[in-house]
């Protein structure tokens, strides 16, 4: 009788075991309303947010009234030496370099030190005024990804299709969060002009970041997603609570049958 009572009590142990293990729903939905009654703040548009920083590439193209004056300035090559057409237009790559200058056709270096891409177009067009006076500046930023690892299905570096995608959008390129993902504490490290960066950890299950400062991602931002305890006992994505507790039954059955 004591010998059954132990054996009663370790598989009573093993149960609370795998059920502390078992990840419960709050941790798996996305956008929960913690706090139905809040108002959204407005959205950001990184556009103006993200600053300039060495190594990236800006595409630009210079137009005026003048077809000729247009063409002559947008036939010199940046050091990359790339072009892309838009409807019509060429627009050439510029790299920016360790001092945050790009080398300009005729123009010559551009400082863009603490430009973001408003900032960047006005400070070209005010460089080329010695050359032309009614420049229209068109200034994309060339390179545009981030990066993603940790409980993501298809981690690596991932390429922006446009200039500013969303939390969510970044993590569906990714092929979504395993079911080991820790939504609760998402960590976005996003470098700086001086060498450093900022980290912030944020929670995707809740509604909130919808109408926060991290609900966009910026180039060059470094996405972690922890896993949770859940993991460390091995227990497979198929692997439900069903199954162990059909597992303790047939082993409970077993256990008395042979008694």
């Excluded at 009788?1 to 990840?23: G, P, T």
């Excluded at 407005?42 to 193209?61: A, E, V």
């Excluded at 569906?172 to 079911?179: F, I, Q, R």
């Excluded at 047939?250 to 008694?259: A, D, P, S």
């Amino acid at each position: 009788m004591i010998k059954f009572k132990c054996n009663v009590a370790w598989l009573s142990l093993i149960l609370i075991l795998f059920v502390a293990s078992c990840i419960p729903q709050k941790e798996l939905l996305y956008l929960q309303e913690k706090e139905p009654d809040m108002e959204f703040n407005p959205l950001d548009q990184i556009t103006g947010k993200y600053f300039l920083q060495p190594n990236d590439y800006l595409y630009i193209r210079i137009s005026t009234f003048d077809p000729k004056i247009s063409e002559f300035f947008n036939a010199g090559q940046g050091s990359s030496g790339n072009s892309i057409q838009t409807v019509g237009n060429t627009m050439f790559m510029y790299l920016i370099d360790d001092d945050m200058n790009i080398d300009f056709p005729y123009a010559g270096k551009i400082n863009l030190a603490g430009c973001n891409l408003p900032m960047a177009k006005e400070k070209i067009k005010e460089d080329l005024k010695p050359f032309i006076k009614d420049a229209n500046v068109i200034v994309q930023l060339g390179t545009k990804s981030y990066v993603i690892l940790g409980e993501v299905r298809s981690p690596g570096q991932k390429s922006m299709d446009k200039d500013q995608i969303t939390i969510f959008e970044a993590i569906g390129a990714a092929g979504d969060l395993t079911v080991f993902g820790k939504k609760r504490e998402v960590k976005i490290v996003r470098p700086k002009n001086d060498g450093t960066a900022d980290t912030y950890v944020v929670d995707i299950t809740d509604h909130k970041i919808v109408g926060s400062e991290y609900y966009y991602i910026y180039p060059n931002d470094l996405i972690y997603v922890r896993p949770m305890k859940a993991k460390q006992f091995g227990i497979g994505e198929s692997f439900s609570l069903g199954i162990i507790t059909s597992l303790l039954a047939l082993g409970l059955t077993i256990y008395t049958i042979t008694k």
